[in-house]
C-alpha cells in the first residue's frame, strides 16, 4: 500500500522538510518566515496523527506506512531542531540529544526486530510525551515571538525544548531498559 493517503500525508511531511528550510532563506521578514515555517510545521506534524487515523479508519495500514511513519517524524524533528540550533535559538547539546537518541533507539529497534524482540522495545508513554513536547517546543521556537500580546514563545520554547531533551534521555534508558534481558541473552 504505497501511495494510499495515509501513506501520501507520510510522505508529505518528509517532502516538508526542504520547504520549511528554504522558508528561512526567502527574502521576506524574519516574523513573516517564522510565521509560515511555524505554520508548516504544525500542519504537517498534524498529519502524524491525522494519516495513523486514517489509515486504520480506511483499513489501509500497512507495513510500509507503519516503516515509514516514525522515520518521517524524525526527519521532520530533527531537520527543525538543526535549523534552531542554525538559528541560535536552541542548543546544540540539545540538538545532540534529541537526534542522537533518535539514532540509538531506531538501531535498537530494527537489532530487536531482527532478533524477535520487538516488542520490548514498543513505543511507550514516555516516548509519546517526548514527542508531545517536542512539538509543542519546535513551533514556539520557530515563531519565536509574542504570541497574542501575551506568551513569549521563546521563552516557552527553551523551557520546554530542555524538558523534551530531558525525556528525551529519560525514554532513551527506559527503552535500553527493556531491551537489556534480550540484549543479555543474546551476547551470552
Known amino acids: 500500500m504505497f501511495w494510499t493517503i495515509p501513506t501520501l500525508m507520510t510522505w508529505a511531511r518528509i517532502v516538508a522538510i526542504p520547504l520549511i528550510v528554504g522558508v528561512f532563506y526567502l527574502p521576506i521578514e524574519p516574523s513573516s518566515r517564522n510565521l509560515v ?16 487515523y486514517l ?19 524524525k526527519f521532520l524533528v530533527c531537520a ?11 542548543d546544540v547539546f540539545v540538538a545532540l540529544i534529541i537526534i542522537g537518541r533518535e539514532i540509538a533507539i531506531s538501531a535498537l529497534r530494527e537489532w530487536m526486530a ?13 516516548g509519546k510525551l517526548k514527542t508531545t513536547a517536542q512539538m509543542i517546543a519546535i513551533p514556539f521556537l520557530l515563531f519565536d515571538g509574542v504570541l497574542f500580546g501575551l506568551m513569549d514563545t521563546h521563552v516557552w520554547g527553551v523551557w520546554l525544548i ?27
Open 80 to 90: 527543525c531542531v538543526l535549523v534552531l540550533v542554525h538559528l541560535g535559538r536552541a
Open 55 to 73: 489509515a486504520r479508519k480506511l483499513n489501509q495500514v500497512s507495513s510500509f506506512g507503519a516503516f515509514l511513519d516514525p522515520v518521517a517524524d
Open 114 to 126: 531482527q532478533i524477535g524482540a520487538s516488542k520490548s522495545v514498543a513505543v511507550h508513554m514516555i
Open 37 to 52: 515555517a511555524t505554520i508548516m510545521f504544525v500542519v504537517f506534524a498534524a498529519t502524524d496523527w491525522l494519516d495513523g
Open 162 to 188: 530542555w524538558i523534551a531533551a530531558v525525556m528525551t534521555v529519560w525514554s532513551m534508558v527506559y527503552y535500553l531498559q527493556k531491551a537489556l534481558p534480550e540484549i543479555r541473552s543474546r551476547v551470552k
